[in-house]
């Protein structure tokens, strides 16, 4: 894994600034702290800072890293999975290798087929790609958006980088604050790309690639989440399932550096690390995380399941000070992020980092075999009569007054799903997702900022994309939304930048193109019944694994955010919420703010993601000075 930083200046007699370049990556050392390298072209219009983390031919595979001729020079951050496949066509064709690694088949996989070549790699990366010969530049970011690439275009170049943090370092890009697109963030819990938090910078969306110059610059679509041809009947559906999977985590460990997993008690990663088990050689190393809280510690589980797979375990106690978090977070993620599970996530890879370079974990189980209980809600109401949607409305009113007021409640839950039943099915899932409604934002926002940030934006948005495709059901119009946003723009970003902190690289072997189309394709009933989701890998693994890996309830990779904003976070929230500083940026309206840590801390309403998001936010704003 590694981190890159540069400049493409679009006038040819112009001269991009290598040693700038070289500064901005060195923002990037965390990603990158084996090595660092630079590159100036020989016509002088790109230039290129590198800092990398040796994984793949160690010795030999520098960057930035240029063909024989000279013509051509990548930067590449990520892992390419069929390399070898690639290497040996290649071969056969008549290229010629000078290295070991995955990063030079780039090269004349370019030659041979142009911006066009993306479609024939397996893996997860961002690269910039420079052709000397044509004065073109080619910025590309893999399919489902395992790693980021950030850029700004401006009026004589474009300027590009894997975090914001080096990107802004640049004196050319635009740092103003877009409030447009806070209202997406107090929304969703972050800004989907290709917006962000700065007027003036972009992320190059998944499955996209961008070639400079050109009369209209515009990232162009490569690849979209899409069903596969479905299987003919449940059991090829579980043999394809097994099939597909084993591959992927085959391909997944090819690596030059110790490799480990990340371990919870949940299904994705126990049925990861049992094919690791069974395929690697030797044994694998697994790690996890918990807290002092039985609701939020899966420690004990994991550990029986270590135990089980004869995996050699490591365990961590998260004991840090909430107080801080938010501003730990805003270092590490540079834009707003409202996700809570990136502090237990941080700390388990930098626990895992002190044994290996490399760890594999369970992301996209939920997204490709329909994890979520908010699957199973469409599910459910999808399949609802008349009579049972009337009890169900009924049951909810009587229970209401006794469901608590703890969002993981089951009755508040229930209550929750009633109450979403008579909308359509996009505002169904939207109501499940999201902070704030639109209405919500009109009472938080003041009206000045209103009028500059229209509240509605963010949740049309979020019903356009729900209708996008062509799917048999709810359950797969869903997946497909999360895959395309929630996915990307929350998890891989939470991941992505929490294990670069501690210079681990993340895989995901779940996230292979072919599982996700095959996902996709399933009917609903395959993947989700009345007990829960995922059936389908349930079924394809039960012989592999205890069967209380599959019995327990689902739990979330949480942390006890209620409790912390109650106790240890609730000075913190009142001094930042509440602070002159913030509230003279006339974003929000104090009495909203107020009674929101009002009805938290007196238990008469949990509000603790929206106002963690809030945290975040108010803190990234004083930073801001805007």
């Known amino acids: 894994m590694c981190g890159f930083a540069g400049e493409f200046l679009f006038d040819a007699s112009a001269r991009a600034d290598v040693s700038l370049a070289a500064r901005m990556a060195d923002r990037l050392v965390h990603r990158g702290p084996d090595e660092g390298g630079e590159f ?3 016509d002088g219009r790109c230039a290129i800072g590198f800092r990398r983390l040796c994984v793949i031919d160690p010795a030999g595979s520098h960057q930035p890293m240029s063909s024989a001729d000279g013509t051509l020079t990548v930067a590449f951050n990520g892992e390419i999975y069929n390399f070898r496949n690639l290497r040996g066509e290649l071969s056969a064709a008549g290229e010629r290798f000078r290295t070991d690694g995955d990063t030079e088949v780039l090269l004349p996989l370019y030659r041979r087929h142009g911006a066009e070549m993306v479609v024939r790699l397996s893996g997860m990366f961002a690269f910039a790609l420079y052709d000397a010969a044509a004065g073109r530049l080619l910025l590309a970011r893999d399919r489902l958006g395992q790693k980021p690439l950030w850029y700004a275009m401006l009026a004589d170049r474009v300027v590009f980088a894997s975090e914001p943090k080096a990107l802004l370092s640049h004196p050319g890009v635009d740092a103003a604050v877009s409030e447009t697109d806070l209202t997406a963030y107090l929304t969703l819990g972050y800004i989907p790309a290709p917006e962000s938090a700065w007027r ?16 209209k610059p515009a990232p162009m679509r490569y690849w979209r989440p899409a069903p596969a041809e479905p299987p003919t009947d449940y059991k090829e559906a579980v043999s394809r399932v097994r099939e597909k999977l084993s591959e992927s985590v085959a391909e997944h460990l090819v690596s030059d550096v110790p490799l480990g997993a990340l371990l919870s008690g949940g299904v994705d990663s126990a049925v990861m690390v049992a094919l690791m088990c069974r395929t690697g050689g030797g044994t694998v190393r697994t790690f996890t995380a918990g807290f002092d809280d039985a609701e939020f510690d899966e420690r004990s589980d994991a550990a029986r399941l270590a135990e089980h797979l004869g995996t050699e375990h490591t365990e961590l106690l998260v004991d840090t000070a909430p107080a801080d978090m938010p501003d730990a977070l805003i270092d590490m993620y540079d834009e707003p992020f409202g996700d809570s599970s990136a502090l237990p996530t941080c700390l388990v890879c930098r626990a895992a980092r002190r044994h290996v370079t490399v760890a594999l974990s369970g992301d996209g189980g939920d997204e490709v075999f329909a994890g979520y209980d908010r699957y199973r ?8 009569r008349p009579s049972t949607y009337m009890l169900c409305r009924l049951g909810a009113r009587l229970a209401g007054a006794f469901a608590g007021k703890t969002e993981r409640g089951r009755l508040r839950r229930l209550v929750r799903f009633a109450n979403a039943l008579p909308y359509p099915y996009a505002e169904q899932y939207l109501m499940y997702r999201r902070l704030f409604s639109p209405a919500d934002l009109v009472r938080l926002l003041t009206d000045d900022f209103i009028a500059a940030a229209d509240p509605d934006a963010p949740s049309e948005w979020f019903l356009r994309l729900y209708e996008d495709g062509d799917f048999e059901d709810e359950v797969a119009r869903a997946q497909h939304h999360d895959l395309s946003t929630y996915l990307p723009d929350d998890l891989l970003v939470k991941t992505d930048i929490a294990s670069m902190a501690s210079s681990l690289e993340l895989r995901a072997p779940m996230l292979a193109a072919d599982l996700v189309s095959l996902g ?7 993947k989700v019944d009345r007990n829960g989701g995922k059936r389908i890998l349930k079924d394809a693994f039960a012989d592999m694994l205890p069967a209380e890996v599959f019995d327990r309830p689902k739990r979330g990779f949480g942390v006890p955010l209620a409790r912390w904003l109650r106790e240890d976070l609730l000075e913190v929230l009142k001094e930042t919420l509440l602070d002159r500083e913030l509230l003279d940026k006339g974003i929000f309206r104090a009495e909203s703010l107020a009674g929101l840590i009002a009805d938290h801390a007196t238990g008469r309403d949990d509000h603790s993601h929206r106002l963690w998001a809030l945290l975040v936010l108010a803190r990234w704003l004083v930073r801001q000075g805007g």
Do not use: D, F
């Open 200 to 215: 003036g910078v972009r992320k190059l969306s998944p499955g996209h690639i961008m070639e400079l110059p050109a009369e």
């Open 40 to 42: 100036l072209s020989t």
């Open 377 to 384: 809600a469409l599910y459910l109401a999808a399949q609802m």
């Open 520 to 526: 996709l394709s399933l009917p609903a009933g395959w």
